[in-house]
């Protein structure tokens, strides 16, 4: 049923951080995210499987765009540097209300920018969340 498929193009990325506010919505190509958690064992005695107890979650997310010229540039370059620090914002479907959006607490890792001769530069960067998000 197709018609309860998105798109990505009203998707809204937010990274807010001590080297500024920057909207990476624009010129994005992808966003990845993955929420998991670790476990605590927990067989024992007689059992015949392991079980586990969830334990403390984590998340990294992956984003991947262009990356612009001159001053929006500039500013993107000082924003993913390595441990920058802030709050990165992803809606898949926009900012509507009832739409999902999940905010991180996060360190971005720092990126890297592929330069092709005869192509665009795009910027790739991982952030791993650090702290509880909503």
């Known amino acids: 049923m197709a018609e309860n498929n998105i798109t990505g193009k009203d998707a809204y990325i937010n990274w807010a951080s001590s ?5 990476l919505s624009g010129d994005y190509r992808s966003v990845s995210i993955k929420e998991n958690t670790d476990t605590a064992e927990t067989t024992a005695g007689a059992d015949t499987h392991k079980t586990y107890l969830p334990t403390i979650k984590s998340a ?5 765009g262009l990356f612009p010229s001159g001053t929006a540039g500039t500013a993107l370059y000082a924003a993913l540097a390595a441990g920058v620090q ?14 999902v959006s999940k905010a991180y607490p ?14 665009v530069v795009t910027v790739n960067c991982t952030f791993q969340s650090n702290g509880a998000w909503s």
Not at 60 to 64: E, F
């Open 60 to 64: 990294t997310i992956d984003y991947s």
């Open 106 to 119: 996060a360190i971005c890792m720092g990126a890297t920018y592929d330069t092709p001769y005869a192509d």
């Open 86 to 99: 802030g709050t990165l914002t992803v809606a898949p479907e926009g900012t509507a209300t009832g739409k």
């Open 19 to 23: 080297a500024g506010t920057i909207n």
